[in-house]
């Protein structure tokens, strides 16, 4: 078992990464020793339930699957079954599956009764490498992925990776996806690790998954207490693919996981970058190769998506402002950075030639 600790401006908490029932005493002990609230889905919590048995109340608050929990009626239906409960202001509320379910839990804890705590034992790798930590959270409105939202710094994170055996390739692969992420922002050597781990990790072995949320948390910490708010800039690297990836979201709808979506949106970064002479263009081909070794989409056409669809629906991205989109560009692999007011003619001009 391996302990994270985050600390900074409005958040001091620990990230477990290790087997759920050696941190299940802190749990207990964060909850006072009383039964706590469970928000969860129903294929996680028939998976994984019994693992919360003891201290977690027998009857979860279970939500639809995905991103079809992120929305009004689902963030509403959370808080009047919190009352319902009865619950406290001062009782955890345990977010028990993957990212979605992380966001709304999140967001519902933030509002019942003013905050009451969240603690995630995420069941994904995207959430267990990313959503999981950093307080952020959010449910899609307006046609816009995650619009509403709050900062809400969780009590405890728990990361289980033997939680990730249940998932099937395609859920492994989406999360991949944010795995990657973080050699291509700032560290070309993790990314390096990555090609050569990528089989290992996607075919189950516990050692090398350990390794990769432990890299990851360690990374995502790293970027988050440099700029808690999101207010430097700083924390906008960890958007790297992501003001592509939720436009093609928001296009191709909820059939396109959002995993899927970001690594075709960081292949599309890399693309660009190298079209403006900003990154090498072998440096491009070299994540392209990656992305597509491991069945992840590198090209638009693959997702039954045009370029002119895609340039429409990013400006309508939360992040834009009125001289511009935006964006998370490279000069090579690790070596991300923030490109504001980005050019709009040349973003159209690409899109429009990306198949």
């Not at 009004?72 to 028990?96: H, N, S, Y």
């Not at 050692?207 to 790293?222: D, I, L, P």
Request: charged share 20%; with cysteine.
């Amino acid at each position: 078992m391996t302990i994270v600790r985050v600390a900074h401006p409005g958040a001091d908490y620990q990230v477990i990464v290790g087997p759920l029932a050696e941190a299940l005493p802190m749990l207990v002990e964060l909850g006072g020793g009383e039964l706590l609230p469970v928000i969860s889905d129903a294929r996680v919590f028939e998976l994984h339930g019994h693992q919360l048995a003891g201290v977690a109340l027998a009857d979860p608050i279970l939500l639809p699957e995905g991103e079809a929990a992120k929305d009004w009626a689902t963030l509403g239906d959370i808080v009047e079954r919190l009352a319902a409960l009865g619950v406290k202001r001062g009782t955890p509320v345990v977010a028990f599956g993957g990212g979605s379910i992380g966001d709304v839990a999140g967001l519902a804890a933030s509002l019942f009764k003013r905050g009451c705590p969240i603690v995630h034992v995420p069941t994904t790798l995207l959430a267990q490498v990313d959503s999981a930590v950093g307080g952020k959270t959010a449910i899609d409105a307006a046609g816009q992925k995650n619009l509403v939202g709050s900062f809400h710094h969780p009590a405890l994170v728990i990361a289980d990776p033997s939680l990730l055996d249940t998932l099937d390739q395609l859920q492994l692969r989406s999360g991949y996806a944010e795995v990657i992420k973080y050699g291509l922002i700032d560290d070309s050597d993790f990314f390096q690790w990555c090609e050569t781990r990528a089989d290992l990790l996607l075919g189950g072995d516990l050692a090398v998954r350990q390794q990769a949320v432990e890299h990851c948390v360690g990374a995502k910490v790293r970027i988050v207490s440099a700029d808690p708010g999101d207010s430097s800039g700083i924390r906008a690297l960890l958007n790297f693919g992501h003001t592509f990836g939720h436009a093609i979201e928001a296009v191709g709808g909820h059939r396109i996981l959002h995993g899927e979506a970001v690594a075709l949106g960081m292949v599309l970064a890399f693309d660009l970058s190298a079209r403006l002479s900003m990154c090498p263009l072998d440096d491009a081909v070299r994540v392209k190769t990656h992305v597509q070794s491991i069945g992840l989409p590198v090209e638009l056409g693959q997702l039954g998506l045009s370029g002119p669809d895609i340039f429409t629906a990013m400006q309508s991205d939360k992040k834009a402002t009125r001289r511009g989109l935006t964006l998370v560009l490279t000069r090579g692999i690790g070596q991300a950075f923030v490109c504001k007011e980005a050019d709009s003619d040349a973003l159209r001009n690409f899109l429009a030639t990306s198949a």
